[in-house]
């Protein structure tokens, strides 16, 4: 597609329940990253996909978080046991690859957990 | 890892006026510099970029200095609009794996 999908808009889980969300690229994108942004405006990188392997995983917290990008399908983020800070609005984002590209963003996630 | 400071937090002006944002990094290796402006509930967009080997970039009324002697970068609007309101963010590119690091942004709140 020629934007970034991301699915669904919003996401109210109660505590302790899992989300799941999901990301589809622009086609042709190799590089799919995932961000977070809580309500202070900041973004907190999560993880990186190069395909379908993961290139940077340095800002996922192992504990909970998971993700994967396989052929043929969309990208996802999944939260077990969700825990009340992690309501934060959940940002994809595609690019070509290298160090010099412009990195295209999803309309994002609203994840509220209550 | 590279870390980015953004300043200043707001910035109110008047329409009509310049606006200036001022980033600085500190992962000399970092070769790419995007601009993003955010409305409110709205996704993150690309308004300008730079790469390190220019130092300075220009589209109509946005332009973005870079010095890398420094590792600080400017993003300076002039004319401004009303709907230039919104949150700006400075990035730059780490060199682990191709993320954006982001400065904390700036609320630019434009008044007619």
Sequence with gaps: GEEVAQTPKHLVRGEGQKAKLYCAPIKGHSYVFWYQQVLKNEFKFLISFQNENVFDETGMPKERF???????????????????EDSAVYFCASSQGNMNTEAFFGQGTRLTVV | GENVEQHPSTLSVQEGDSAVIKCTYSD????????????????????????????EKKDQRIAVTLNKTAKHFSLHITETQPEDSAVYFCAAISNSGYALNFGKGTSLLVTP
């Design chain 1, 66 to 84: 998971s993700a994967k990008c396989l052929p043929n399908s969309p990208c996802s983020l999944e939260i077990q046991a969700t825990k009340l």
């Design chain 2, 28 to 55: 000399s290796a970092s070769n790419y510099f995007p601009w993003y402006k955010q409305e409110l509930g709205k996704r993150p967009q690309l308004i300008i970029d730079i790469r390190s080997n220019v130092g």
